[in-house]
């Protein structure tokens, strides 16, 4: 898939340390953002261990060198997705295994993943940190959050009845890396046409930016997408800054006739 990519990450506004990490590396077809969470410095290590994990798998897995699957992935899915999975469960478990060092007892971190396979774009992610699809001037969240809200939303309790009037509970997360052993990953797919866009943000930006407002940043074409990813992180700061803000941001492109061709004749869709 020819897609193009810009990103960034912000320390914020009132924050000391920027505790987000993120890939973009085009040459491996990975994108990843991760938001750690700990003590002191405890987050920055969790976020960027996750980071260097997934880069280092996905190196090895380009290099012919697929690394061992944890355990037998059963879902309906590409050898490439099972991959996906597998390099966020080992990641889970170096995070965990870190732990046993005091300094960072309890740290962990979100992972939110995109991988790109010939005609698709594979979204797998850990806990709060959103991953969408912008198509036709609609931006649908493709991400699974896993907080405590979300979860009381999916069983039809409102917002009113069990407190989350507080957004402190939002941030209540139900899944994340590091802090058990194993750790459930959820994965979907998606066909993106030419000139959708599929945004990789960390809360930082979600918390401080309303849907409509980057729904207008992203429905702007004569803007380009690294100005966009500035824009975005400028009225996140301007909406409060209260967090760090990492913003990935890859845009579907036309595909090449000669591509196009050899699908057509060899019959794949």
Known sequence: MNVRVAGKSHVGLKRRLNEDSYLIAPDLGVYVIADGMGGHKAGEVASRMTVDTMTDYWRKMR????????????????????????????????????????????????????????????????????????????LVLISEEHSVEAEQRSMGISAESFGSTNPLLKNVLTRVLGLSEKVQVYITSLRPEEGDMVMICSDGLTNYLSENAIKTVLDDFSVSIERKVDILIDEANRGGGGDNITVILLEVLEEGKWNKFKKKFSGKS
């Not at 992935?73 to 995070?95: G, P, Q, R, Y």
């Not at 007892?105 to 992972?111: A, D, E, I, L």
């Open 63 to 138: 290099s012919k060198r697929p690394p061992s699957f944890l355990e037998t992935i059963t879902d309906d899915i590409s050898e490439e997705a099972k991959h996906l999975v597998n390099s966020i469960s080992l990641t889970n478990a170096i995070v965990h295994e870190a732990q046993k060092k005091p300094e960072y007892h309890k740290m962990g971190s979100t992972v939110s993943a995109l991988l790109t396979e010939k005609d698709r774009i594979w979204s797998a992610n850990v806990g709060d940190s959103p991953i969408y699809l912008f198509e036709s001037g609609r």
